[in-house]
């Protein structure tokens, strides 16, 4: 990066700043990003796990925000079916609830007009029998019916990967744990930045012509750091999830439900769990580390217990958990459920480029209109005309599956060839492939090259390690366990079982002292004491 005058340069590596990456990319410019963490190690790991058309929106009458995410989120799937999934959610609706059921289905009826929703996932109104038919553990007392309704899963963390490997593929260069510690200046125009790599301390001076605050909670800093920081500003909301076992909480439908405060949340069943979020409060604490603190959980055990009470969760049956920070842009006034989710672009007086607010689901439009802004500047400085977005119908990395409808017959076929090549279980064989997608293909030929080396049940899980190392820049264990499997959140017995593995694999390839070895064991350990244990707010 240093050796060249980059186009762009991308300060953040979420999802919004790996969207940027590919976006500039493909329509040939030279691109590079730098992320002071992991790649997603904020906000873009750490979401309710939804591409989700935002129902809650038409609630504050933003329209266009329902239309324009809706939209979006068919391309999202359509361009990665192997890390985005249809998922039908319940809405029930109770006797002096937040949605009536005449207002629930207008309402209904107009996402799916707004969000451009396919014939076969339009929304449906459902009888109080009907509703509980789906799912029999909701609250029966009061109980009116429901609506039912189609929202997109997505594992947030892997599909900023995808998208991220996609722009490297498209010519982009992107490193992670590399910290912009200042910029660089030329007639008060910001033209470079002077970055730290965060594992050895070597600094480096990257110049470009435009460059993009794309650091989610970290904007602020980053405005700071260029003294603009004025006029709108950032406020932090914290959200967390916790995951039960579905043996303690056997949820076998996604519902989206109300909370004795008045608010909305999400209980989502996945791989054999069940995660329930989110919480939204204000936060003012350490950005890079939010913890769940005991109120945190005890509000989501409230809820559980409220809405599903033949259930009866207690503190001790949440196997793990996770909290993200939303950056949202600040409004006077307004409770943090109330804040709007939309994004904005800011052009501070040096010509740096800031992004702010903004959703998983729209990450891709985002991205276009960051791109758009930075061709118009650049060709007011005499640069030619950039080519339009191209983005629409382009494939994320892993998802070469022949779309949506090819995607059922090409995970058939891979689950076949992985159970009959190397003996796995189906659902092993389907973990992988979902986790992968066209990928798969580079993972079966690592499992190959160590089958002589590794032990059979060991396989798979090196494999993706070596995946891992080789083409998703892991480069520490919590990246794997966390980012890149995301087991952490949801398979924490897995974690237990494979980190020592884990670790002596990358102490070897990596060349580790023994004094590093410890490091990173030490901090496996506390990020599981992180997702297992509440803490009081640091």
Known sequence: ????????????????????????????????????????????????????????????????????????????????????TPEWILLPLHQGGTFGKFSTSIGLRVYDYLAGVKKSERRSMLSAEETLAKEPL??????????????????????????????????????????????????????GVKVVDQLTGKEYKIQAKKIVNATGPWVDKMREA????????????????????????????????????????????????????TTDTFYDKDTAHPTVTTEDRAYLINTINYMFPSVNVKDSDIESSWAGLRPLIYEEGKDPSEISRKDEIWVSDSGLITIAGGKLTGYRKMAETVVDKVGKLLQEEGATTLKPCQTKSMAISGGEVGGSKNYPSFMAKKVEELMN?????????????????????????????????????????????????QYEMVTKPIDFLIRRTGAMFFDIDWVNQWKQQIISYMAEKFNWTAEEKQGYEAEVEAYIKDATEPTEER
């Open 138 to 191: 909701i609250k029966k007392d009061g109980l009116k019916g429901g609506g039912y309704y189609v929202e997109y899963r997505t594992d947030d963390a892997r599909l900023t990967i995808e998208v991220m490997k996609k722009a490297i593929e498209s010519g982009a260069k992107a490193v992670n744990y590399a910290k912009v510690e200042s910029f660089i200046y030329e007639d008060e125009k910001v033209k």
């Open 226 to 277: 260029d003294n603009s920081k004025k006029g709108k500003v950032l406020r932090l909301t914290k959200g967390v999830h916790i995951v039960i076992d579905q043996s303690k909480f056997p949820l076998k439908q996604a519902v989206y439900y109300d909370t004795p405060d008045g608010r909305m949340v999400f209980a989502i069943p996945r791989d054999g769990k069940t995660y329930i979020g």
């Open 1 to 84: 990066m240093e050796k060249e005058v980059h186009d762009l340069f991308i300060i953040g590596g979420g999802i919004t700043g790996a969207g940027i990456a590919l976006d500039a990319a493909a329509r040939g410019l030279k691109t590079a990003l730098v992320e002071m963490q992991d790649f997603a190690a904020g906000t873009s790991s750490r979401s309710t796990k939804l591409v989700h058309g935002g129902l809650r929106y038409l609630k504050q009458f933003e329209f266009g925000l329902v239309a324009e995410v809706g939209k979006e989120r068919a391309i999202v799937y359509e361009n990665g079916p192997h890390v985005t």
């Open 421 to 469: 090549e190397f003996h796995l279980s189906q659902k092993d064989a389907q973990k992988l492939t979902r986790l992968y997608g066209s990928n798969i293909n580079i993972i079966q030929g690592i499992m190959v090259d160590l089958s002589d080396k590794v032990n059979e049940p060991n396989l798979p899980v090196i494999a993706t390690l070596e995946y891992g190392i």
